[in-house]
């Protein structure tokens, strides 16, 4: 069993950065591959980003290449996504996954937290 909890949404203006991290409960942390998720209202949830969990292995939706990174420190259970050029579309609530390998498809992670609004103003 595997809790998550997310921090470090917010208000930011587009161009700004903000870093969210996502605190895990549970000792299968270390072996589990690490993903966040976005959804904005009307629309479907959206990957982010993955990360394997030895954190060798990354990988990002079209949306944020380049302006996105996520990393684990499995000695602190802490993943964090930092988002710099934040642009309003980039605005949703952002959610932390857990699961087996690190997909873009949302079926392959087994928890989630609860998430964290990410508002971004033009």
């Known amino acids: 069993q595997v809790q998550l909890v997310e921090s470090g949404g917010g208000l930011v203006q587009a161009g700004g950065s903000l870093r969210l991290s996502c605190v895990a409960s549970?000792?299968?942390?270390?072996?589990?591959?690490m993903g966040w998720f976005r959804q904005a209202p009307g629309r479907e949830r959206e990957f982010v980003a993955g990360?394997?969990?030895?954190?060798?292995?990354?990988d990002y939706g079209d949306s944020v290449k380049g302006r996105f990174t996520i990393s684990r420190d499995n000695t602190k259970n802490t993943v964090h996504l930092q988002m710099n050029s934040l642009k309003p579309e980039d605005t949703a609530v952002y959610y932390c996954?857990?699961?087996?390998?690190?997909?873009?498809?949302?079926?392959?992670?087994?928890?989630w937290g609860q998430g964290t609004q990410v508002t971004v103003s033009s």
């Open positions: 996954a857990a699961g087996r390998i690190p997909t873009p498809s949302s079926r392959y992670y087994d928890y």
């Open positions: 990360i394997t969990w030895s954190g060798g292995g990354t």
């Open positions: 549970g000792r299968t942390f270390s072996s589990a591959a």
